[in-house]
Nanobody
Framework: QVQVVETGGGLAQAGGSLRLSCTAT????????MAWFRQVPGKEREGIACMDWRGSERYYADSLKGRFSISRDNANPTLALQMNLLEPEDTAMYYC????????????????WGQGTQVTVSS
């Protein structure tokens, strides 16, 4: 059974940083992609960044490139999301997803999701 677990959310001040981590277990294949999304109540889930199974291709939403970065450790496998220069608008529930797409930030392409971790940025 596939399990996806996010950790590392919490409260941060504007201008600060947070690092989220996602661990996936029970995956049937090594050739998967992992991605981060976020969602604010009443709005659609927004793709942040994704990485392929090799860890060689990273794809970011244009609006977040430069402040957010992802890295991956295939030994476990984990996907980290480093968030810098946080803004109050970054307040959201952050989700990790696992699937088998290529360079996709479309939530419909991901079949396994974590429960989410809340990030709150105060001004």
């Amino acid at each position: 059974q596939v399990q996806v677990v996010e950790t590392g959310g919490g409260l941060a001040q504007a201008g600060g940083s947070l690092r989220l981590s996602c661990t996936a277990t029970g995956l049937p294949s090594e050739k998967y992609s992992m991605a981060w999304f976020r969602q604010v109540p009443g709005k659609e889930r927004e793709g942040i960044a994704c990485m392929d199974w090799r860890g060689s291709e990273r794809y970011y939403a244009d609006s977040l490139k430069g402040r957010f970065s992802i890295s991956r450790d295939n030994a476990n496998p984990t996907l980290a999301l480093q968030m810098n220069l946080l803004e109050p608008e970054d307040t959201a529930m952050y989700y990790c997803a696992v699937g088998y797409p290529s360079r996709s930030l479309d939530s419909r392409d991901y079949s396994h999701w974590g429960q989410g971790t809340q990030v709150t940025v105060s001004s």
